[in-house]
């Protein structure tokens, strides 16, 4: 097992301008300042459903108390300008009538009631003809609504249960008369006096529904399962609208723009592009095993069934390698072997077929890494989810208390974080490798290389730290000083990793300017 | 399943006292089966369906009147929202502005007032809108009564 100090000098390969000291404290203050930042713009609110329904109740009153109405004309109002109460004035102020007439109010002078008015009028102990059941009824059996058709209490109920039941179209619902053509809404009120307990809460969940979906900065979070609301603030100008990242409390990252896992560094179109690529070579790549390889010393079958790529064969071969280039880990150790080399010469006239290979390798090589990343990144969420019985059993073997013991938590919300982040930067890979390949330049691909050799060398460290040393500490014998060096080592490796990925991304976001402002870079510039 | 039942017999019961007041319907309900119904409709005047007689056939949900029936031509029919084969009707009323305030006898009505007013905008039958799209009133006017001519009137001897 190497020592902590060994793993900490290998951050800084290619960090020449730095020593230890000053590199973490540099380090330590970007974290800072990007922290502060972030909690400053961050732009999305999560919604819960109580959130959603205490900020509906509030629009109603103010709605209510502005324009003296009652809770269910105000309900329809906001229904029908999607949720907001300044939109709803402002509509109202410009044409009280046009307003009225688009959600069914109908004006006041007509008829005083709004809403439900159970019909009194009819003076003569005559029955009332139902238009709809074509039923006799006594006049107290009906009931209408502003306009003042009647209907027989069944029929209404009958209606209205039809409506809840066909879905969000009854929050629109109108007088059924022909004659009337929708000019009186049936709100809130007669559907509390009218419908059945259990419609009642559906229409209370269309109602709470449609404060998400009736307006485009709102959507629930994908995760399935989820009942948390995202509510996207818009960036505003300067910002080149890139920042869709969303992570709902539920913990499901996701894109705000298309609603997919998120896939920063690459954008939606790249990401479409991705998956059409992966469903045309399905049958190509069905070969490659992400899972299960043989050992590359004595060939017996490896299931990979862990996070990091430092794999170890059983007994007696035990032999250590790397799982995706199969290097002998005492020669790999944690260089990172995340570059592509391209095979073929390119001063002889290569044939199609040979050229459709050369493609064909290309395209496997990012391909595997990137559904190797993402398997990895299951297993860490897997991980993550059990972790709070992990940390139960670490807190008795070591004898901390679980409170000290969050670093852990941490570490592995960064490893989820950063696994994804290293999938998908091998999308872009793949494509600035085609671009380049294409163009016959060399000049982005060495720097993007690199960057993501680092961040990925970082990764893998923290992973196989928090994975298997985090076991020794689990399983085996309280020993608190080491204990202590593990603590800071996880928290090193934790808060460099998330460096090193902040840095590729925001290298990736420039699209790696750096080397097109200076032509040549001075320690990344091959030829 | 009772309810309209119930209600369909409201309908027939109205439609025989109601058969001398609207001269251009005539709704017969099925011997055997109260969900099938068909009507015979006047063409309205002053359109190129005048002096045709078109056969409606109903068929009747279930869930009547909370569901619209289902209603079609059987006559032939060059109309934009009537489809040229199946003789189906592109109405809001039979979808989803339907309510259960319409009956048979007012859906009728309101298949007449569509031969009137045609909405090319919603064409079930393609060559119809297009004409009538393309300011073609003429030769839209011309096809209806031709196809008027050949299904919809009695055969002279
Ligand atoms: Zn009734
Ligand atoms: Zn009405
Ligand atoms: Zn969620
Ligand atoms: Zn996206």
């Keep these: 097992m190497e020592s902590p100090e060994q793993g900490h000098l290998q951050y800084i390969s290619g960090g020449d301008e730095y020593t230890d000291e000053e590199e973490i404290k540099r380090q330590e203050d970007f974290a800072t300042e990007k922290s502060k930042a972030s909690a400053a713009n961050k732009n999305y609110t999560i919604l819960t459903e109580e959130d959603i329904f205490r900020r509906q109740g509030d629009a109603m009153a103010s709605v209510c108390s502005v324009l003296s109405v009652s809770k269910t004309a105000a309900c329809l109002l906001l229904h029908r300008y999607n949720w907001s109460a300044n939109v709803v004035l402002e509509k109202w102020f410009a044409s009280e009538e046009s307003v009225r007439k688009a959600v069914g109010l109908l004006p ?21 003809l139902c238009r709809i ?10 009931y209408s609504a502003a306009c003042g058709h009647r209907f027989c209490e069944s029929c209404w109920k009958s209606y209205i249960r039809t409506a809840i039941n066909d879905g969000a179209g009854c929050l629109t619902l109108r007088c059924p008369e022909t004659s009337c053509g929708g000019a009186a809404a049936v709100g809130l009120d007669m559907i509390g006096l009218l419908a059945s307990r259990e419609d ?19 959507k629930w979070c994908p995760s399935p399962g989820c009942a948390f609301a995202v ?30 896992e998120s896939h920063r560094p690459v954008d939606c179109e790249t990401l479409e592009k991705w998956k059409t690529k992966n469903d045309a070579e399905s049958n190509n790549t069905q070969w490659i095993r992400i899972n299960t390889k043989p050992c590359p010393q004595c060939n017996r079958p490896i299931e990979k069934n862990q996070g990091c790529n430092r794999i170890a064969c059983l007994p007696p071969c035990k032999f250590q390698f790397c799982w995706l280039c199969l290097q002998n880990w005492s020669v790999h150790g944690y260089n990172s072997c995340n570059g592509y080399k391209s095979t073929t010469e390119k001063l002889r006239i290569a044939t199609e077929e040979e050229i459709n290979r050369k493609h064909f390798n290309r395209y496997t090589h990012f391909y595997e890494r990137w559904a190797s990343n993402e ?28 409170l000290m013991l969050d670093f852990v938590v941490e570490a592995w919300k960064q490893i989820v974080e950063c696994r994804r982040i290293l999938k998908w930067s091998y999308v872009y890979g793949y494509y600035l490798s085609e ?23 970082g990764l893998e460290r923290l992973h196989h730290c928090a994975e298997q040393e985090l076991e020794q500490f689990i399983y085996g014998e309280c020993n608190f000083e080491k204990f202590v060096d593990f603590r800071s080592k996880l928290k090193r490796l934790t808060r460099v990793t998330g460096n090193y990925f902040e840095n590729l991304v925001g290298a990736l976001k420039n699209g790696l300017s750096e080397v097109d402002s200076n032509g040549d870079h001075k320690r990344l510039r091959r030829r | 399943m009772q309810a309209s039942r119930a209600r369909l017999f409201k309908e027939y019961k109205e439609v025989q006292r109601e058969k ?31 002096g045709g007689v078109f056969q409606l056939a109903f068929s009747v949900p279930e869930q009547y009147p909370l569901q619209p029936p289902q209603v079609r031509f059987l006559t032939k029919i060059f109309h934009p929202n009537v489809h040229f084969k199946t003789g189906e009707i592109c109405l809001d009323i039979l979808k989803n502005a339907w309510s259960p305030a ?20 919603s064409p079930l039958n393609c060559d119809s809108g297009n004409l009538l799209r393309a300011g073609d009133v003429r030769g839209y006017q011309s096809m209806a009564r031709m196809y008027t001519r050949l299904a919809a009137m009695p055969k002279k001897g």
């Design chain 1, 108 to 128: 006041e002078s007509t008829n005083p009631v709004i809403g439900m008015s159970r019909s009194s009028s009819s003076s003569s102990f005559d029955e009332v």
């Design chain 1, 133 to 142: 059941c074509f039923e006799n009824f006594p006049p107290e059996s009906f």
């Design chain 1, 200 to 218: 009642r809460r559906k229409y209370n969940q269309f109602l709470l529904r449609s404060y998400v979906e009736e307006n485009r900065n709102r």
């Design chain 1, 231 to 260: 509510e996207y603030h818009s960036a505003g100008g300067d910002d080149d609208g890139d920042d869709y990242n969303v992570t709902c409390n539920c913990s499901h990252s996701f894109c705000w723009n298309c609603t997919e």
């Design chain 1, 375 to 402: 398997n990895s990144k299951k297993k860490a969420l897997l991980d993550l989810g059990r972790m709070d019985g992990q940390l139960e059993k670490l807190s008795e073997a070591q004898s901390q208390p679980k």
């Design chain 1, 435 to 457: 671009e380049e390949e294409e163009s016959d330049v060399n000049v982005k691909l060495p720097l993007f290389v690199y960057l993501q050799g680092q961040a990925e060398s």
């Design chain 2, 20 to 50: 001398v007041a609207d001269p251009d319907i005539q709704l017969v309900c099925d011997d055997s089966n109260i969900f099938k119904w068909t009507a015979l409709i006047k063409g309205p005047s002053e359109t190129p369906f005048e």
């Design chain 2, 102 to 121: 319409w009956t048979l006898q007012s859906v009728c009505r309101a298949i007449i007032a569509l031969m009137a007013h045609p909405e090319p905008d």
